[in-house]
């Protein structure tokens, strides 16, 4: 076979998984219809919001999980078990207490020759800078250190892919630092016969540091949105203008992917219909994000007085990117902030807002809820029930058509917060049953008559409610 011809070693074929739920009614689309190869001599960062499937996927090319759908090559061949050339390096250490450093780097070795073990064992400790600690246990080891046997343990092996899940997530600044360095080398190095790997990380930074390629996955459900290939030679000096644009681009790329300049799906206030036309049921509706009214109030505090890089904003808050994107997307569809590239800035409504006594504040998100589709076809459905009462379960079966990416048990508690906390609906918790808030019924072809709020509706934080 040419060089030409060889197939890749890794092979993801129309992939799609899905987990059970709770109760066994239900499952959950993790990852939907994803193709990708991995070949010789790559190193391919997964990058992506959590949630995404990140962790599956990278189980999955590792055959410690078996999709659902799709299929999984390795060099060419039906994959039906674990990977022979694949040793996982896992984000929690997975060391057994029980062993030495050397017990646990052995356990993949432990059907080959004494004297084998021993020269093999050798290298690895020498590897990962572990040779004085060959008898400790990892109770007496700090977290770099663990995670160096972990690195060492799938190293033993002599793997031919090195999978790594945020391998340096839970450890201290300088120790990652560190320890991504060693692993760079061990890439770069044409001495070292490992020369391909597949990681899953959040970190910016480090998908461009080590990586050649860089997947990055879209969320609800787990789906591959872009591939960017990195061709700067090692080693990587983070300050240099090379990686610094590298690093820009895909902040550009992700920021446009996720903060898009425009809003879909918006109507005119007040211009909500309450007779319900079959023929547009799937009306397309913009999803709103799993966020809650007061964070998004919260944020507009944090961006009040100048416009702030939503990556700023991510360190700012001590949150992961994606989680802020998601608070960033509710709060541009509430009209509340714009995203002119990859700035956060509050809008002259949001400075209103953040101005306003309570009162006036669930008004105005009120006012702006009513200019969303997704909110048009609540209301609908529930209009054109006999009895003006939709049952929870029906909505969650409409949401999961209109919206078939999402996740409609998560996207039917976001509308609940939403619709209740801007006197939209309420809801009857013991009957599991939806209805327009007092007011709304009374006012609903004139959706901006708050005037018409009754103050013996029952209030949104009740059990009728």
Known sequence: MSESSTPPLIEIRHVSHEYGLAGGHESELVLSDINLSISSNEAVALLGPSGCGKSTLVRIMAGLITPRRGEVLWKGAPLTDVSPGISMVFQNFALFPWLSVR???????????PAEQQTRLEQALATVGLGAYEYSYPRELSGGMKQRVGIARALIASPEVL???EPFSA???????????????????PEHPLRTMVFVTHNISEAVFLATKIVLLAANPGR??????????????PESPEFRAA????????????????????????KVSTKFDESRRRISPVSIPYVTPAEVLGLLG????????????????????????????AAELLGLVQTPGQDVEITPLGREALAAVPSEQKRMVREQLFKLKIFELL?????????????????????????????????????????RYAE??????????????????????????????????????????
């Not at 591959?224 to 000096?237: E, L």
């Not at 690093?247 to 005119?268: F, K, M, S, W, Y």
């Not at 416009?307 to 360190?315: G, P």
């Not at 079966?397 to 919206?403: N, P």
Request: charge should be negative; aromatic fraction near 4%.
């Open 103 to 113: 017990g646990n780097i052995l356990l993949p070795v432990e059907h080959l020759p």
């Open 224 to 237: 591959v949105d872009v591939v960017v290939p990195v061709t700067m030679p090692y080693p990587r000096d």
């Open 379 to 419: 209301i609908r459905l529930i209009t054109v029930q006999k009895d003006q009462l939709l049952s929870e379960e029906e909505l969650v079966r409409e949401l999961a058509m209109a919206l078939p990416h999402e996740k409609p048990r998560q996207l039917f508690r976001t509308i609940l917060s939403w619709g």
């Open 302 to 329: 944090l961006i009040d007085h100048e416009a702030t890089d939503v990556f700023e904003l991510a360190e700012r808050l001590g949150k992961e990117f994606g989680a802020v994107v998601r608070l960033v997307k």
């Open 424 to 465: 939209i609906i309420s809801y009857d918790q013991r009957k599991h049953l939806i209805r327009l808030y007092e007011g709304r019924r009374a006012a609903r072809a004139t959706p901006n008559a708050d005037s018409a709020t009754s103050t013996s509706a029952t209030t949104p934080g009740s059990a009728s409610n």
């Open 247 to 270: 690093v820009e681009n895909l902040h550009r790329i992700l920021t446009h992917t996720n903060l898009p300049d425009t809003v879909a799906g918006q109507i005119e206030p007040g």
């Open 163 to 165: 999978a790594m899940d």
């Open 171 to 189: 450890l201290d600044v300088l120790t990652a630092e560190t320890l991504r360095s060693e692993i760079a080398r061990l890439i770069a190095s």
